[in-house]
């Protein structure tokens, strides 16, 4: 399990990295003129490739070709590996800016801890959160995806909004707030009275979001529980996740089929069955009520009768199409079931489910072999090398399998940047030693600059 965790975090960390540093691909930021004179004094050799290439942005297109390309002639010393910018889909949507945020706090502990590096770092996830709360709000400050109409880099933003807010993503975004505000010092005291009012929101419409699809409700167990570990010890937010597992329990057969919502019987699909076992396992995790255990377990035996060694997927048609996050919540639920259960063969099922499956929607990789967190971690050689294909390492949008006598996997070209951002969470948050309660001091001089 170790080697499998460290590869699939340098997977993230370069997925991360890649994505939000390096590829211009969202609003630019341009660094005042004593922030660069504070970046240029404390960059050292580990920082180096990181100052060199960084195109700071404010926020997350939705999707792109991440192909490396020239930048517009208004980009001031762009880095050498920002992708193309034609094929940039200007929608922000709440859960791509969330999961950005939530993924940049995550790579602080991804990379060596340099006065340069946690800056740009930190400076880039308070633009992150600064956009959220200026731009992606309604007139009852409830949080709604927008899109970005500015035709030239230098004009001023202009912003066309949703009209409709969705409950799951006012639940990520207390998330993004609760864990900027318990794990950077700073500006804590603004985002965790922000984080208050969303739960108060959140609180008060309990009743509807138990209504939801099984796919959103697992989806806001996940999210509620990711925030559990950062409060540690909450019991209302215990309580609410124990509401929501009895909920989806509820709409589990016997045959451990997952119903699509309560007014709708029909099975869900592949992937809310593993999202529903995955939440299920968590609430077990937090309460230790062993009929969320059991569920989560019917539901595992039940989709673990559509596997097929020859693909590694789990459902047996000449076409199979896997989103990223598809793939994240599949390898989810497979990792949560090996770490309760100790099931050596679903251990062999989760290696070949990585190795055909979860490694085919890496685009490049930056070395073949490398030291990550002291460990050595070999790439295959069917990931080819960036410099060889003009493509940063990221997690492609999605694969597609013929299930012929011997398969044919095609990832994507583009890359839906909510997806890919939302696997690295997954991957990282799955994998991780568990001391993600440690708060990054700010240096006097980051204070200052801030």
Not at 193 to 202: G, L, P, Q, R, V
């Amino acid at each position: 399990m170790i080697n499998i965790n460290e590869k699939l975090k340098y997977y993230s960390k370069n997925n991360i990295l890649w994505t939000l540093f390096l590829s211009g691909c969202g609003v630019p930021y341009f660094f005042n003129e004593k922030e660069l004179n504070y970046i240029n004094e404390e960059t050292g050799q580990e920082d180096k490739f990181l100052v060199e290439n960084l195109m700071p942005i404010k926020c997350i297109y939705k999707e792109a070709k991440p192909i490396f390309s020239q930048a517009p002639s208004e980009i001031i010393n762009p880095g050498k590996y920002v992708w193309d910018f034609n094929s940039f889909k200007k929608e922000i949507t709440v859960k791509a800016q969330v999961f950005a945020i939530l993924s940049m706090i995550n790579l602080l502990k991804l990379i060596p801890t340099t006065k340069a590096n946690d800056f740009i770092i930190k400076k880039q996830v308070k633009n992150f959160l600064d956009f959220l709360t200026a731009y992606m709000r309604n007139k009852d400050g409830l949080f709604i995806n927008v899109e970005d109409k500015t035709k030239y880099i230098d004009e001023k933003l202009k912003i066309k909004k949703d009209i409709d807010y969705n409950l799951l993503d006012q639940i990520l975004v207390y998330e993004a707030f609760l864990t900027y505000g318990m794990l950077i010092e700073g500006e804590e005291k603004i985002y965790l009275n922000e984080a208050e009012k969303i739960f108060k929101f959140i609180y008060e419409n309990f009743n509807f979001i138990l209504e939801l699809p099984t796919r959103y409700l697992s989806f806001i167990v996940s999210s509620l529980y990711r925030c559990s570990k950062v409060l540690k010890e909450d019991s209302i937010l215990k309580e609410l996740i124990t509401l929501s597992c009895a909920e989806i329990e509820s709409r589990i057969k016997i045959s451990g089929e997952v119903e699509k919502s309560p007014n709708n019987f029909l099975a869900a699909s592949l992937t809310t069955h593993f999202r529903a076992s995955s939440s299920l396992m968590e609430g077990y995790t937090l309460t230790k009520i062993e009929k969320f255990k059991n569920s989560a377990e019917k539901i595992i035996n039940q989709v673990m009768e559509l596997f097929d060694e020859n693909t590694a997927t789990f459902i047996n048609e000449e076409e199979i199409k896997y989103s990223s996050k598809d793939i994240a919540e599949i390898f989810k639920g497979l990792y949560l079931y090996c770490k309760l259960n100790e099931d050596k063969k679903m251990l062999n099922i989760l290696n070949s489910f990585i190795t055909k499956i979860l490694e085919s929607i890496i685009a490049s990789t930056v070395d073949r072999k490398t030291e990550f967190n002291g460990y050595t971690i070999e790439i295959d050689e069917k990931i080819p090398l960036y410099s060889d294909v003009n493509l940063a390492p990221v997690f492609v949008k999605s694969l597609k399998i013929n299930n012929n006598l011997i398969p044919i996997y095609k990832p994507s070209k583009k890359v839906n940047n909510e997806f890919s951002l939302y696997a690295s969470l997954l991957l990282i948050d799955l994998t991780d030693d568990g001391n993600n309660n440690t708060r990054r001091e700010e240096d006097d001089q980051h204070q200052l600059l801030s």
